[in-house]
């Protein structure tokens, strides 16, 4: 019982796998050169992440940014300098 069992089931699955396979699209010819686009959208990808970082680190904004940041600090402290102590 067992043995026709598993001929029943090995029969339905490789008439499953053939009835699949049958419907499935054929690969288009464009498809041929997915690794030279993969490799074009890459570099592009790097190209756009470049630009992107060498605007978001750049060094004279980043100067002027801590420049600012130290002037106001200084300002504060020499105000609170200026104050009587709050008890």
């Not at 089931?9 to 008439?15: D, I, P, R, T």
């Not at 690794?35 to 060094?59: G, H, M, V, Y």
């Not at 002037?71 to 402290?77: I, L, P, Y």
């Amino acid at each position: 019982m067992n043995k026709t069992l598993i001929v029943l089931v090995a029969v339905c699955l490789v008439s499953a796998h053939a009835f699949v396979k049958r419907d499935a699209p054929a690969a288009a010819p464009a498809d041929a050169n997915y690794l030279e686009n993969i490799q074009k959208k890459f570099q592009d990808f790097t190209k756009d992440f470049n630009s992107q970082i060498t605007n978001t680190f750049n060094p004279e904004a980043m100067k002027k940014q801590l420049n600012s940041i130290a002037e106001s600090v200084n300002k504060a402290m020499s105000e609170m300098k200026g104050q009587p102590a709050a008890a």
